[in-house]
């Protein structure tokens, strides 16, 4: 299961086809949608959610969040596990709560162009390109 945050809002095509990203790499795939109306690049309110909804989420699922106001520049994408769950995020602090509270058991720099859907990525649309195929 992938439960799914962003800041995209439900109006934009952006989640749907991040969604499209994800089943076309495992069509097995649940997504289940936490939320897509964090208020714009609030990576603390993010945060504030991730924390709140991680404990309720079953162990070997992913966690894939995309509040990013620093898309395209050269802030890390990881993939942190804890609790024997999979976070999906760019490395902005919006872990910063969970890792408080936590033990992080290992974590990964998203790097290799094989786990991505563009390669190079766009600048403008790392959760299509980076973060849904990771998390898939």
């Known amino acids: 299961m992938i439960s799914f945050i962003s800041d995209w809002g439900y109006k934009s095509y952006y989640v749907g086809v991040a969604k499209s990203v ?9 997504v289940i949608d936490i939320s897509h109306d964090i208020e714009p690049f609030d990576v603390e309110e993010a945060s504030h959610v991730i924390e709140r909804v991680f404990d309720d989420l079953p162990k070997g699922s992913v966690l894939l969040c995309v ?3 620093t ?3 050269d802030r890390r994408a990881v993939v942190v596990s804890i609790d024997e769950k999979y976070c999906v995020v760019p490395d902005n602090g919006v872990l910063t709560r969970l890792i408080e509270l936590k033990d992080v058991k290992s974590a990964y720099m998203i790097e290799n162009p094989k786990y991505m859907y563009k390669y190079p990525p766009s600048s403008t649309f ?4 980076i973060f849904a195929p990771a998390a898939a």
């Open 126 to 129: 790392h959760g299509r390109d």
């Open 67 to 69: 509040v990013d106001p």
């Open 22 to 30: 994800i089943y076309s790499i495992s069509p097995d795939s649940k």
């Open 71 to 73: 898309v395209g520049s």
